[in-house]
């Protein structure tokens, strides 16, 4: 359902027309420039890292092009004129400009297209990007998947938003367009990541990593960590490099672009299978991640992931939920814990998982009221915390991908 309301003037500079198109007509797409461009200008020398750039340039060319298809094709089979001009948007160093009609009231969005949604906290490092979309008109962010939280959170700071998945917060003086077609983050139908075989463990290995020293060996190094042969780790590594997301650097080493490679995984990943139980404490997660770790059998028996892993890497709020990968029956001697009907009325969570790779490779730990409490691989624990859910969680998320991606472990 699409809610519609009459347009006002809004008071704001628009940029100048470009040139008039039918209400059918397509977008167009302007490409990149040529790799051979790129040499005579650059040099062979750096080539490598404009291929890199070009690739997250052509995603991001993807990503807008197809939000904004959906956006227009929507909103005209609500009874909307919506006209992109990609010209004019170039020319004040924009993505795109949206305008909307209705009658003779008249709407502009600057678009704003990016790789991922912002996380929650980092909403508010968008202040100067939204000042300076308002000197064009009404900002209008645009990435693969907006969840409902963080939906929320962009309207709250006067952002208007759209997605691929056909979700859209269009808001503007006097006009109101909403639409969720899905709360769930579609799942990619093809060029997906590796997962079998070790491949899921070279991916998290490669994102919580780098280029540092425990992968400095390159293939051999990761198939170590992955427990997997060299050639299959080098199979893995050509498979995401034809994705983009990683490329060979020489001596023998891979660079991962671990942003977007932290992105595909959390878009991806489908879970750890394998089974698990629902459980209720009167003590609080922590507590019973506490008493689990002290029974533990072996040091690597168990992995702490959402609420209370990512709480002790960086505190947030009072954990609600604990949710532990165990690879065998757990010692819950001592522990209260009752059996729940089922996730809504569970606090604990324990799960058997298929997926090794959920538990951290090296060792991740923490030491809390005197235990050491072993946790689960931070790709885990941040595709716990979302599939979790809630504003907060989203936006312990976002603290947890900084210290992953910017604080050795």
């Known amino acids: 359902m699409v809610a519609v309301e009459p347009t006002r003037a809004s008071g704001r500079p628009e940029p100048t027309a470009g040139p008039t198109r039918d209400a059918t007509?397509?977008?167009?797409v302007y490409g990149s420039p040529p790799l051979n461009q790129a040499i005579a200008a650059e040099g062979a020398s750096a080539v490598a890292c404009w291929c890199i750039s070009l690739v997250h340039r052509i995603s991001t060319v993807l990503i807008l092009t197809l939000v904004l298809m959906k956006l227009v094709e929507s909103l005209r089979s609500a009874g909307v004129d919506a006209q992109?001009?990609?010209?004019?948007?170039?020319?004040?160093?924009?993505?795109?400009?949206?305008?909307?009609?209705?009658?003779?009231?008249?709407?502009?969005?600057?678009?704003?297209?990016?790789?991922?949604?912002?996380?929650?906290?980092?909403?508010?490092?968008?202040?100067?990007?939204?000042?300076?979309?308002?000197?064009?008109?009404?900002?209008?962010?645009?990435?693969?998947?907006?969840?409902?939280s963080v939906g929320e959170a962009l309207t709250?700071?006067?952002?208007?938003?759209?997605?691929?998945?056909?979700?859209?917060?269009?808001?503007?003086?006097?006009?109101?367009?909403?639409?969720?077609t899905t709360s769930e983050r579609p799942r990619r139908t093809s060029a997906r990541l590796p997962q079998g075989g070790g491949g899921t463990a070279i991916v998290r290995a490669l994102?919580?990593?780098?280029?540092?020293?425990?992968?400095?060996?390159?293939?051999?190094?990761?198939?170590?960590?992955?427990?997997?042969?060299?050639?299959?780790?080098?199979?893995v590594l050509g498979r995401l490099a034809d994705l983009g997301?990683?490329?060979?650097?020489?001596?023998?080493?891979?660079?991962?672009?671990?942003?977007?490679?932290?992105?595909?995984?959390?878009?991806e990943y489908p879970g750890p299978g394998g089974s698990q139980q629902f459980l209720y404490s009167l003590d609080t997660p922590n507590e019973v991640a506490v008493a689990l770790a002290s029974n533990a059998t072996t040091p690597d028996a168990i992995g702490v992931s959402a609420d209370v892993g990512p709480d002790l890497v960086t505190a947030w709020r009072k954990p609600s939920v604990l949710i532990v990968y165990a690879r065998d029956e757990l010692d819950v001697d001592g522990v209260d814990l009752v059996s729940a009907q089922g996730a809504d009325d569970a606090?604990?969570?324990?799960?058997y998982p298929v997926d090794s790779s959920v538990f951290a490779s090296p060792r991740l730990s923490t030491e809390f009221r005197g235990v050491d409490v072993p946790l689960a691989?931070?790709?885990?624990?941040?595709?716990?915390?979302?599939?979790?859910?809630?504003?907060?969680?989203?936006?312990?998320?976002?603290?947890?991908?900084?210290?992953?991606l910017t604080t050795s472990h």
């Open 156 to 180: 709250a700071a006067g952002w208007s938003w759209a997605d691929e998945a056909g979700n859209f917060d269009l808001r503007a003086p006097g006009l109101l367009l909403r639409q969720r």
């Open 377 to 404: 691989d931070p790709s885990q624990m941040l595709w716990d915390l979302q599939a979790l859910g809630g504003m907060d969680r989203w936006e312990a998320a976002g603290r947890l991908r900084e210290w992953l």
């Open 84 to 148: 992109l001009d990609r010209h004019t948007a170039a020319d004040v160093g924009l993505d795109a400009v949206l305008t909307l009609r209705r009658g003779d009231d008249r709407s502009v969005f600057a678009v704003d297209a990016r790789r991922r949604a912002p996380y929650p906290n980092e909403i508010a490092g968008l202040e100067a990007k939204l000042a300076s979309l308002r000197d064009v008109g009404h900002p209008l962010l645009v990435a693969p998947f907006v969840s409902d």
């Open 245 to 267: 997301l990683v490329t060979k650097t020489g001596r023998g080493r891979w660079r991962p672009d671990r942003d977007a490679l932290l992105d595909r995984f959390l878009a």
């Open 207 to 235: 994102i919580r990593f780098g280029e540092r020293e425990e992968a400095a060996g390159g293939a051999s190094a990761l198939a170590r960590l992955a427990d997997v042969s060299q050639p299959r780790a080098s199979q």
């Open 347 to 351: 606090n604990v969570i324990v799960r």
């Open 25 to 28: 007509s397509a977008t167009t």
